[in-house]
């Protein structure tokens, strides 16, 4: 199946359109299994600048390959799980700054998988303005280290044009070589439905204070051990 990987690559440098080519593909070593190798195609130029010949390395990847599609599988369960759980996921790649959001995830903003993209401004431009400062606050303490966890809570623009309140929580998965955080992995939860009955009792004990202060008699409040 991966023959014609092979074949254009070589195309492609034969040709000139490339100096260096490097792939994955799979090959049947001589027990019968398939081992994976990482191969690297480059010409080699004669005197004038001509392609004389093409070399090409091979390194058996095997065991780095099996590590990454466990990997794949464990995170496809761990976002399945939540997704069941009715919370959002998001996954943010900082090299690309590119974001996976979850079908979760948008809909709980009212929106349909194909109408969110991939990019970090999706999510930036939907903060409240009054609560986005924070939140990079937060993720900035995160990244230098000084929280073992990202987690915030702020308002989310709904495509029904109301505010929605979201608990906001992520970890680092992946630095890179030098230690910056390349990958983080988080969570989106719906909270609107508390922030606003905390609001509401809120309201109704401000109502309360203001009645009592108000009151022409004086009100002393005694407390008896049961």
Same mark, same amino acid.
């Given at each position: 199946e991966d023959i014609h990987i092979t074949k254009r690559n070589m195309k492609l440098v034969a040709e000139g359109e490339l100096d260096v080519v490097v792939y994955k593909k799979r090959y049947i070593h001589k027990n019968g299994k398939i081992i994976w190798g990482e191969v690297c195609v480059q010409p080699l130029k004669g005197a004038y600048g001509n392609i004389v010949a093409i070399i090409g390395t091979i390194i058996d990847i095997t065991k780095r390959k099996e590590a990454e599609d +466990? +990997? %794949?599988i464990s995170e496809e369960r761990w976002k399945f799980a939540l997704e069941g759980a009715g919370d959002g996921v998001w996954d943010w790649n900082l090299i690309s700054n590119k974001v996976f959001f979850s079908d979760s995830? %948008? %809909?709980?903003?009212?929106? &349909?998988p194909h109408e969110i993209s991939d990019s970090l401004d999706e999510?930036? @431009? @939907?903060?409240?303005? &009054?609560?986005?400062?924070k939140c990079f606050h937060d993720i900035n303490l995160h990244f230098d280290g000084k929280t073992d966890v990202y987690q915030n809570e702020h308002r989310m623009l709904c495509k029904d044009g109301t505010y929605k309140w979201i608990l906001d929580r992520g970890k680092i998965v992946e630095r890179t070589p030098d230690g910056k955080p390349? @990958?983080?992995i988080g969570t989106?939860?719906?909270i609107d439905k508390q922030k606003r009955n905390i609001e509401e009792l809120e309201k109704k004990n401000i109502f309360i204070q203001t009645i009592l202060d108000n009151l022409p008699i004086g009100l002393a409040v005694n407390e008896f051990d049961s």
């Amino acid at each position: 199946e991966d023959i014609h990987i092979t074949k254009r690559n070589m195309k492609l440098v034969a040709e000139g359109e490339l100096d260096v080519v490097v792939y994955k593909k799979r090959y049947i070593h001589k027990n019968g299994k398939i081992i994976w190798g990482e191969v690297c195609v480059q010409p080699l130029k004669g005197a004038y600048g001509n392609i004389v010949a093409i070399i090409g390395t091979i390194i058996d990847i095997t065991k780095r390959k099996e590590a990454e599609d +466990l +990997l %794949k599988i464990s995170e496809e369960r761990w976002k399945f799980a939540l997704e069941g759980a009715g919370d959002g996921v998001w996954d943010w790649n900082l090299i690309s700054n590119k974001v996976f959001f979850s079908d979760s995830w %948008k %809909k709980m903003l009212g929106y &349909e998988p194909h109408e969110i993209s991939d990019s970090l401004d999706e999510w930036s @431009r @939907r903060v409240h303005p &009054e609560d986005i400062q924070k939140c990079f606050h937060d993720i900035n303490l995160h990244f230098d280290g000084k929280t073992d966890v990202y987690q915030n809570e702020h308002r989310m623009l709904c495509k029904d044009g109301t505010y929605k309140w979201i608990l906001d929580r992520g970890k680092i998965v992946e630095r890179t070589p030098d230690g910056k955080p390349l @990958r983080i992995i988080g969570t989106h939860t719906d909270i609107d439905k508390q922030k606003r009955n905390i609001e509401e009792l809120e309201k109704k004990n401000i109502f309360i204070q203001t009645i009592l202060d108000n009151l022409p008699i004086g009100l002393a409040v005694n407390e008896f051990d049961s």
